[in-house]
């Protein structure tokens, strides 16, 4: 807990000193009743410099369901960028909800950047919803998301194995 509340913190002043620093634009709104979850933080991630970013392609994102590790092939995007610029002091771990017999929806805790367009899902994929949530499939599905990843170890049958038989908590970390 104490973790978390240092890494808010964290992000909060990154955050202020980067909108201080230049003009900022502003996530779009999250439209109205389109997931089973809600926005449960405000917080959007601070953009990056390209320091930054030269870094964290250097920095491997590592996914855990529960205790099991999987390999994942993570987009190249703004919003892993951010993702991994979140994870790389403490590791994020996401409490996962079942919805739909088909994905595992779980918060963020803050917003990254979206560029959410209609996708059809496969078991596996990892997407972004809604800029605050992450989803990931063990079935299918077709809405507006933005791409983070897609599992490669698993085949719908193990991703059912893994994501279908409860709730499930998420890790995902860094290393180099």
């Known amino acids: 807990m104490k973790k978390q509340i240092i890494r ?24 109205e009743n389109e997931s089973p979850e809600t926005e449960t933080a405000s917080q959007t991630a601070p953009e990056m410099p390209a320091e930054t970013e030269r870094k964290n392609t250097e920095m491997t994102l590592k996914m855990t369901i529960g205790e099991t590790e999987v390999k994942v092939k993570w987009e190249e995007n703004e919003s ?16 996962m ?12 805790g803050s917003r990254l950047p ?6 059809s899902t496969a078991a596996g994929d990892i997407v972004l919803y809604s800029g605050n949530q992450i989803v990931v499939f063990y079935g299918q599905n077709s809405w507006a998301y933005t791409r983070l990843g897609h599992i490669e170890d698993r085949d719908a049958e ?9 709730d499930v908590t998420i890790t995902i970390s860094t290393e180099e």
Not at 9 to 31: N, Q, R
Not at 80 to 95: F, G, N, Q
């Open 8 to 31: 808010v913190i964290v992000l909060a002043l990154l955050v202020t000193v980067m909108f201080s620093a230049c003009g900022a634009e502003h996530p779009k709104p999250a439209a």
């Open 80 to 95: 892993v960028d951010a993702l991994r610029e979140l994870c790389k002091d403490v590791p994020l771990t996401i409490s």
């Open 97 to 108: 909800s079942m919805y739909g017999g088909f994905e595992q929806v779980g918060p963020i």
């Open 114 to 119: 979206s560029d959410d367009v209609q996708t």
């Open 158 to 166: 193990g991703m059912k194995a893994l994501l279908g038989n409860g």
